[in-house]
């Protein structure tokens, strides 16, 4: 059964790389390399299906492939995604993420809540996300990551 302390592992291991890739934004290659070995890491898109829709996507809002998603997180002048702006690269400075629930089973997990991005400023964003796992070869991979920011009734 997965524990909760795998799943909050994997949150801080997931936000750890996300600031690890806005700290390597000038050294193009370098950053490239560890996006891509991050989305291997924590997306399970060898095994099949993900189901991935990021935050600030208006025109391609869902992402199947690992280069869509390599997209989101760093963009670039061969991103998938036209639209894409880097998310990762803002840079942030941490994440940290408020879990309102997890669902634990055998060989998958549910996490949903919101996560908070802070930046070079010390200004978070909030934004809520729903991520599922699968347990594979002992470690948690993501399979389903949705996130949006929080609903404006002003906007």
Request: charged content about 25%; glycine content about 8%; overall charge negative.
């Amino acid at each position: 059964m997965i524990t909760k302390q795998e799943v909050l592992n994997a949150q801080e291991q997931w936000g750890q790389g996300v600031v690890k890739i806005g700290s390597l934004k000038d050294n193009r290659a370098e950053c490239e390399r560890f996006a891509s070995d991050f989305l291997d890491k924590q997306y399970a898109f060898e095994q099949g299906a993900v189901l991935f829709k990021p935050t600030k996507c208006s025109e391609q809002q869902f992402r199947g492939l690992k280069q869509e998603a390599l997209s989101y997180f760093i963009a670039g002048d061969d991103r998938a995604c036209q639209e894409d702006k880097g998310f990762a690269i803002q840079p942030w400075t941490k994440v940290r993420f408020e879990n309102f629930h997890l669902i634990l089973e055998n060989n998958r997990a549910i996490a949903m809540g919101n996560y908070f991005f802070t930046d070079t400023n010390g200004d978070e964003a909030k934004v809520e996300y729903t991520f599922g796992y699968q347990l594979i070869n002992g470690e948690l991979k993501i399979d389903l990551h949705h996130s949006s920011f929080p609903y404006n009734p002003e906007a």
